[in-house]
């Protein structure tokens, strides 16, 4: 069986998403990329989490052709591959329709930072993709939304913002590994659900100042950081 | 025993809804039909979950007489039965009092179609019945209550949108099993959570655009669905 | 020890809003009155309730004097016993500050019926008090606070609207025994819960017709009731 | 090991956030003070909860310096320590991101005195900080954030509001020891969380009359208490 690190390290990305309460039945996906031999692990589409093992994760390569599994890949792998296309330091990707993260795609609203748990994690507003055309839905629709991602994320590190929100949907979030972008997902629904309540208090808060947003982003990310044991 | 499997099954759509979470003390219940004998099998009333068992299940006829069981039918029975006279293609019927989706229905508005996990559900709005008269109240409540959810769903295909709101009241579920009916009902009140968060942070949000509502129905259900392992 | 059987089913009901997730720490209290002997039953003052036995129980006459137990009562005992001499069909009094019921007592709103289930419990909204006036507070506040929910029920039949919120407090619940008490704490969370989200969504919702309000609650109390098993 | 029961104290603080629900991760810190000694106890930075044993616990003098442990302190012991400096009478202080605390904190709003539960440990509104200047963001971040709290009680008895709200960041507590400041820090989520409902429901509820304020804060504190065993 190949990669079998990689299918391990999947699974329990997509585990801990379910286990802290982000997925309802088998509404998310999880997955990792082996860089160097061009291979993603991505969780089967609508199979229930309690049966999954290593084993059931199905390998494709980067156009999303089967290469080992029996199993249908997650119906939003292009959308995973688009991502990984575009962002050669992202390996892993989750999607989740975690609840307050997509009441903000739903709402077509950013996230705006509001407070230092957000800036921790994400050095801005939490980005929004712009609407697909008739034709891109049309014509392959996961792997335009996976362009719609690529395109908000112009001129920027998307490790800066390890997540996104698709307009009406629900977000996509990334990392260095499957584990850390499942990390990312639990972090911006945590986000989402403090913003979503300061929001509602004082619809005319503003955003956290910006030299206190790059004081904890930095203490956290980059050369300086100092936050944890390393 | 009659149905024992219709029973068993009953009982696993009750106790799902229970589970999730949609159910406060005895305020739900679930039920399936035999087409071909033409018979019901629902939850008794008001009986606690925890000592249910398939032989608790009463079964009654189409006109609602009880043909087995020692205990009291639920007493929306009669809403049960006017929804499998309505829709033949029904094969379970859930009512919950679950809280979002029955904060909806008390205040009097349909669900908007915002995000694409309604839109992998229900093809469109969720539906809101109008309220009865108090001639209907009071010459068969239940039996009425069903009228105006059939009313409702004139010249619609039922199975497009498999649940709807009963004003000032809560939502009743339908699908082609009793357990594909508590998968409804866990779904709504997701669909109406969310909708619920999107609403009150952005009022003016606007229905997912009808493509992307199609795509998401489409790719679920009907002769080009996709998703999954089917 | 004076009566056990009192004792045991006032533990219950302090257990039940608790499981039920009414309480934190030991934010709350039930009681229940034997009437034949006049005394009442009522949770002990600020202990922890995963060590209270029967026996920790106080026992004290109507007038709030304790007739056996080590502990002191809790300080809301003098709450307690007004409810039980103004409202002779009353068995038992719970108070909470359960969130839902109590944000409402805050907002100083009674809590309009806007649902069946709340016509299933309560016929007509859940009552407010008033403020109390400073020499009511500084006299006997915890009695004081008693006469203000028995003012608000004059000319109303208590067990016709189970409970109500002490403005700028929390509610007080009661019932034909302890346990039906505890019942009624619960339902009223859920009922508060429903009008939050119900009033948020469409701050301009009507009350639910007087009709379905009567026959949702005639259908579960009084001489025609028809749910349950009796 | 220095100071065995102050770190066993300090672990039982941390873990009682994490039981209440009040923390993400590694997303809270509590630390304890040994006045005679001049020593500080405080969870290690970063590390996950369910390993730490009271040998994990730092021990640092009142400038910060660690003393003993090979972890390095929470990164916002300066915070803490400022805390301690300016409060002689406070033996813990508790840090977390609880989320309706923190909601309240991004939205850049005190939490007013709406009712009983708040009365009964805060007397008086939730205080919130000003704003750092960037010169302060700059030089010793944690330490300024110490001395905004500190500038906020000028004029007060820290424990008659043993909690503050960090202007787009989040709550500090404190108490006589490190499980006081935990059990204040679940108090005020749970105001934050009354609060919240209570203010979007009736935006011009008025705060708790100063008489009922004064009732219930000194029914539980000072020579006339009442409430409790003691």
Not at 74 to 101: C, Q, R
């Amino acid at each position: 069986m190949k990669l079998e690190k990689l299918r391990t390290e999947v699974l329990a990305a997509n585990l801990e998403v379910v286990n802290r309460g982000l997925v309802l039945y088998t509404f998310g996906n999880a997955s990792g990329i082996d860089r160097e031999q061009g291979l993603v692990a991505i969780k089967p589409s609508g199979v229930p989490y309690e049966s999954l093992t290593p084993a059931d994760m199905v390998i494709t390569d980067v156009e999303g052709k089967v290469v080992e599994g029996s199993l249908r890949p997650s119906s939003d792998l292009a959308t995973h591959i688009e991502i990984y296309k575009a962002f050669p330091n992202v390996g892993g990707v989750v999607h989740t329709h975690s609840l307050f993260a997509t009441a903000w795609a739903q709402a077509g609203r950013e996230i705006p930072c509001l407070g230092t748990t957000h800036a921790d994690y994400f050095h801005g507003p939490v980005p929004l993709t712009a609407h697909l055309t008739t034709e891109e839905i049309d014509e392959g629709y996961e792997r335009a939304t996976g362009h719609a991602v690529v395109r908000r994320f112009a001129g920027m590190d998307p490790l800066t913002a390890p997540g996104v929100l698709v307009i009406g949907h629900a977000p996509f979030c990334w990392g260095a590994t499957a584990m850390d972008a499942a990390h990312h997902a639990v972090i911006l629904e945590e986000i989402a659900t403090m913003a979503y309540y300061a929001t509602t208090l004082n619809p005319g808060c503003g955003q956290l100042p910006q030299a206190v947003q790059d004081k904890h982003y930095f203490r956290k990310h980059g050369a300086k950081a100092y936050y944890g044991q390393k």
